[in-house]
């Protein structure tokens, strides 16, 4: 589904390099998660996999399902079937929550060709879906993420993870300052997302959220590059023994 190979990023303004060469292959069906210290570069990898400007690319590439990714534009990503749940999600005062997730929903159906969705349907699936999510008629009609609690716009991320249907879901830290009670509907959504045709990389600093989603492989970033990747066992042994040992001696 995702392939990352060798990939090297640098920050644009500065001459400061983030990636060094970052190995990386999800196959489609599987979920993925990414651990690793604070600083070794997980962010810099989904958002210059979403196209986030202010990155650059000297080395390797990335492709979806074949695609070269890294060429197109962050919409033609997105309707190519690439969806990254932000850290920090945005808020965007003056567009209803609503508005937003049906433009959106509709501008992916035009770049793939498909007839816009009608607004009973667009209602019945909305409704259906922020029901098993938690999210109530009023926050549908709230202006995006505007005054939500940290775990509202977490919600509100996975509703529009569900509304958009993508094939490959990125999931930066979607769990930081989450409760255990939102932590775990969080992990409901994407478990209930989970399907032979999509896959997920799930970027957590935790173990905890891997107690809910089961990842099928696990891998260690530090650096900017990938130094250990195994089953979900190695996160647990992040959790008892921490990085350090991981790392080796330097750390
Ligand atoms: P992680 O998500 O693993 O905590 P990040 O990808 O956020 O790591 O950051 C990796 C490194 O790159 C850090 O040292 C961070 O300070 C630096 N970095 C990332 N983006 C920027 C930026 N826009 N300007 C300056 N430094 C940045
Ligand atoms: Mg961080
Ligand atoms: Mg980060």
């Known amino acids: 589904m995702l392939e990352i190979k060798n990939l090297h990023v640098k920050l644009e303004e500065e001459d400061k390099q983030i990636l060094k060469g970052v190995d990386l292959a999800v196959e489609a069906g599987s979920v993925h998660a990414i651990m690793g210290p604070n600083g070794s570069g997980k962010s810099t990898l989904s958002y210059v996999l979403s196209g986030r400007d202010g990155y650059e690319v000297t080395e390797g590439e990335a492709t979806l399902e074949g695609e070269d990714i890294l060429d197109m534009e962050p919409e033609e990503r997105a309707a190519a079937g690439l969806f990254l749940a932000f850290q ?140 250990k990747t195994g089953g979900p066992e190695l996160a647990l042994e992040v959790e008892t023994q921490g990085y350090a040992h991981l790392l080796g001696e330097d750390a």
């Open 88 to 227: 920090y999600p945005v808020e965007i005062p003056g567009v209803g929550n609503m508005t937003f997730l049906r433009t959106a929903v509709n501008a992916q159906r035009k770049a793939r060709g498909e007839d816009e969705m009608s607004s009973t349907e667009f209602l019945k699936v909305i409704r259906e879906k922020a029901k098993a999510l938690n999210i109530d008629a009023d926050m549908l009609k709230r202006p995006v993420n505007v005054g939500f609690s940290g775990g509202e716009k977490k919600r509100n991320e996975i509703l529009q993870m569900a509304m958009l249907e993508p094939k490959m879901c990125i999931l930066d830290e979607t769990d930081s300052g989450l409760d255990v009670d939102a932590m775990k509907l969080v992990a409901d959504g994407v478990n209930a997302l989970r399907d032979a045709g999509r896959s997920f990389l799930v970027i957590t600093h935790y173990q905890r959220l891997l107690d809910h989603i089961k990842p099928d492989v696990v891998h260690i970033m530090a650096d900017g590059r990938i130094i």
